[in-house]
């Protein structure tokens, strides 16, 4: 069974701080991976995507891969009250049109 | 901007009727998901399609049918829906090709509650 994991939180952070999200995978053969942010009860909605190791930047947010240690993470720096929400990790399975979702982690920014 | 539609937001209906969910994309994305998504339990994959009347189940088929008679839309049908099917219900597109075209979108849910 291919799998995602992400540690449900809440992860709670002050405003203006670094907020890192987590993600590990168990699909050796995974190419793609997604960052989705979900307000409560709305849709997912997609923030980030990386497909080589390293780093990849967008405004506050970056989004980093390190393949060998099946492992992805977020960054969002000088966090806002606005980015409190559901972090989804997503991850394509290999040869396959199909994303795995994990469970999300929550955070609270605090003002 | 993909842009990806649900026929409702809410809906409720009674046990045993046939409910119908269907979903609109306008990019010509070759591929279209339906998932359910329930605290503690994430999103989950009941049927994909990757081509006009080409359907693949997903980890969760049972209850559930679908229909893609054109490539924009892609409908969800719960042939007598139950109460274990009161979800929320979530249609989402994505091109066909290599890696780089992998972005996957999501419509903006349908709510059902089956009493």
């Known amino acids: 069974q291919k799998e995602v994991e992400q540690n449900s939180g809440p992860l709670s952070v002050p405003e203006g701080a670094i907020a890192s999200l987590n993600c590990t995978y168990s699909?050796?053969?995974?190419?793609?991976f997604f960052w989705y942010r979900q307000y409560s009860g709305k849709s997912p909605e997609l923030i980030m995507f990386?497909?080589?190791?390293g780093d990849k930047e967008d405004g506050r947010f970056t989004a980093q891969l390190n393949k060998a240690s099946q492992y992805v993470s977020l960054l969002i720096r000088d966090s806002q009250p606005s980015d409190s929400a559901t972090y989804l990790c997503a991850v394509n399975v290999a040869s396959s049109y199909k994303l795995i979702f994990g469970s999300g982690t929550r955070l609270l920014v605090r003002p | 901007d993909v842009k990806v539609t649900q026929s409702s937001r809410y809906l409720v209906k009674r046990t045993g009727e046939k409910v119908f969910l269907e979903c609109v994309q306008d990019?010509?994305?070759?591929?279209m998901f339906w998932y359910r998504q329930d605290p503690g339990l994430g999103l989950r994959l009941i049927y994909f399609?990757?081509?006009?009347?080409?359907?693949e189940k997903g980890d969760i088929p049972e209850g559930y049918s679908v229909s893609r008679e054109k490539k924009e839309r892609f409908s969800l049908i719960l042939e007598s829906a139950s109460t274990n099917q009161t979800s929320m219900y979530l249609c989402a597109s994505r091109e066909d090709g290599d890696r780089g075209s992998f972005e996957q979108y999501f419509g903006p849910g349908t709510r059902l509650t089956v009493t």
């Open positions: 990386i497909y080589s190791n």
């Open positions: 699909d050796r053969g995974s190419q793609s």
């Open positions: 399609s990757y081509d006009v009347k080409m359907k």
């Open positions: 990019m010509d994305h070759e591929n």
